[in-house]
């Protein structure tokens, strides 16, 4: 098992798509975190992962299929959870559990598979070619410009189902719109930290920023300056001491978040936060 | 009437919700709905903001049936029977109240608080004020769309007495001085004698519908109401 560690050559590739990603992750996971779904984003990357193996298995582009396999296994065990009345954690589990078995069972399926090609997926890699970088910011750009017209929306769904469909928000809809958006965001973050460690990055800046912020837009503005952080610090600490680039972005992401409560738990920063009170 | 109901009927799985209900609630009015505990209040509420479909029966607001047209449903504003609101939620009261639809200008936003006495609390975040307080920022985010018709669903459970006298207070002034008619449900019927000018009093049908005097005034009916909720007390017991 070989983890990559970023080269001088790979940093710029490396940087410009870790930011749009960690901005990406920042925005969509705090949505997620706030529905209590923080491990959503761990599941429709174990299903991508089903997905990925079933590219590579017959030979197409591989990350397009898991974006499609993610969405539609997340959309379609939403409709039963709402059907059977299923715990959200229960669907998480599910969709988790049967996205990496459906992932092993096609890698074992294979002859032609190489190993190194599965680990790029399930660790990262630190070497993002430009094609996937202009994938990588035109998908972000787009996913952050619905965001931005369907935000208020999507925040009073999350605030209160009830009173959101009384006030005519189509609830499920967005709900619906938040699982596409979540899916593809998995599927071009997992080229940065992989499968196995894309729910830091949704649910660790959000958290950290949460001991602070008591404003929405602070929180999500405050989790994005979190991410961008730990993602250059990771980058530059991976090709520093030559470590695994996605195993560096999610030990700082961690560390802030320990900063965070150190923090709190000292006194510096009170409930409502040093940020709100100064503004 | 800017709110008719007729023959309005709901079946949850064989089971009667809701009876063959008609009744109308006119310009003004302050009507205070009272029954047991799953005498079909919510259900009722349900219905008339389109929240539940499945029924027998019509629902008319300003003249359109709510089945053809959710438009006019944009009239009435809502305060849910109790917030259920995550204490870490990173939500200011501002915020909480320009999540509606129509509500981005923050003058209006402003006006709203003030008529709830909050105006002064806009920047605190939602999870750190009292049950009673948030019920007030609940009755504002309705405001905030200049409603025609409030809708409360049982709003001051769990509310101490200075609270509830205060959200009172605010209610009648809404209902008095910006001429909005309040449809209310609740189980003490003291506030109900007190605030409400017309009662329905239901128990899956409804069995009176009037002016609050002659309610209140009839022991019979009183005597009747407590029976029925006393049966379903034990029922649900």
Redesign the interface.
């Known amino acids: 098992m070989t983890f990559e560690a970023v080269s001088y050559e790979s940093i710029p590739h490396a940087l410009v798509s870790g930011i749009a990603i960690s901005i990406l992750c920042s925005a969509i996971g705090l949505f997620l975190v706030?529905r209590k779904f923080s491990l959503f984003g761990d599941a429709l990357a174990h299903s991508a992962f089903g997905g990925v193996a079933f590219g590579l298995f017959i030979g197409i582009y591989p990350l397009w299929i898991a974006c499609g396999v993610a969405i539609l296994s997340a959309l379609g065990l939403t409709k039963i959870r709402q059907k059977f009345d299923i715990s959200s954690d229960a669907i998480v589990a599910i969709l988790l559990a049967t996205g990496l078995g459906a992932g092993i069972i096609l890698v074992s399926m294979s002859d032609d598979l190489e190993i190194h090609d599965i680990e790029e997926f399930l660790f990262g890699s630190a070497i993002i070619d430009t094609p996937n970088v202009i994938t990588i910011l035109v998908m972000a750009g787009a996913i952050l410009a619905i965001l931005f017209f369907t935000y208020?929306?999507l925040?009073?769904s999350t605030?209160?189902e009830?009173?959101?469909?009384?006030?005519?928000?189509p609830v499920e809809k967005m709900g619906y719109l938040l699982i596409a958006m979540a899916g593809v965001t998995v599927v071009i973050s997992m080229q940065l930290v992989g499968v196995l460690l894309i729910s830091a990055l949704f649910v660790l800046p959000n958290v950290s920023?949460?001991l602070y912020?008591?404003?929405?837009?602070?929180?999500m503005m405050l989790s994005m300056c979190f991410a961008v952080s730990a993602t250059v610090s990771g980058i530059f600490i991976s090709y520093q001491f030559d470590i695994a680039q996605s195993g560096c972005i999610v030990l700082v992401a961690a560390a802030i978040f320990v900063g965070s409560l150190v923090a709190k738990g000292s006194g510096m920063v009170k409930?409502?936060g040093i940020l709100?009170k100064r503004a | 009437m800017i709110v008719d109901i007729k023959k309005l009927s709901v079946d949850y799985s064989g089971i009667k919700a809701l009876d063959d209900i008609s009744f109308g609630i006119a310009k003004g009015d302050f009507l205070g709905i009272i029954g047991p505990n799953g005498a079909g209040k919510s259900t009722l509420f349900k219905c008339m903001?389109?929240?539940h479909t499945q029924y027998d029966g019509t629902i008319k607001v300003f003249d359109h049936d709510i089945r053809d047209s959710?438009k006019y449903?944009?009239q009435i504003g809502?305060v849910?029977q109790k917030?259920?609101v995550?204490r870490?939620?990173?939500?200011?009261i501002r915020?909480?109240l320009?999540?509606?639809?129509n509500s981005s200008d923050s003058e209006k936003i402003d006006e709203a608080l003030q008529k709830v006495w909050m105006h002064e609390l806009a920047?605190?975040?939602i999870g750190?004020l009292s049950v009673g307080q948030q019920q007030r920022v609940?009755i504002a985010?309705a405001l905030v769309n200049s409603p025609k018709i409030l809708v409360l669903d049982e709003p001051v459970t769990g509310i101490d007495q200075y609270n509830k006298d205060l959200f009172f207070q605010i209610l009648g002034e809404l209902n008095t001085k910006e001429k909005i008619s309040i449809i209310w449900s609740s189980h003490d019927l003291d506030a109900v004698e007190r605030l409400a000018n017309k009662v329905a009093c239901l128990n899956r049908t409804l069995f009176f519908h009037g002016v609050s005097e002659e309610f209140f005034s009839d022991d019979e009916m009183l005597k009747k109401y407590s029976e029925t909720s006393m049966q379903m007390h034990m029922h649900h017991h």
């Open positions: 706030l208020k929306k925040l009073y605030f209160s009830e009173q959101a469909r009384a006030s005519g928000i920023a949460m912020a008591r404003s929405f837009k602070k929180t409930t409502t709100a | 903001l389109g929240l959710r449903l944009s809502f849910p917030p259920v995550d870490n939620f990173p939500a200011t915020e909480v320009s999540m509606s639809q920047d605190r975040r750190d609940f985010k």
